[in-house]
């Protein structure tokens, strides 16, 4: 549960929607989402967190493709 258990605000610069899911921030970085979180774990409200995915998944579909011309 962690961070979210306590209620954390979304860490998207902007954005104030109650975090829904809480991530390794490395993982958020790269992705194309602006955090303004200083910590190892970030918060992200139900938008994002659909952002996030969208994101994660382009890149393993850019990452297939790659592949695939081998
Ligand atoms: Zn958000």
Redesign the pocket.
Known sequence: MGIIAKGA????NG???N?VRSLTTSKVEGTGLSISSTSKKTA??????KEWKKATKQDREVERARFDRF
């Open positions: 605000k979304c860490n998207v954005c104030s929607n975090g992200l409200c139900k938008e994002h967190y």
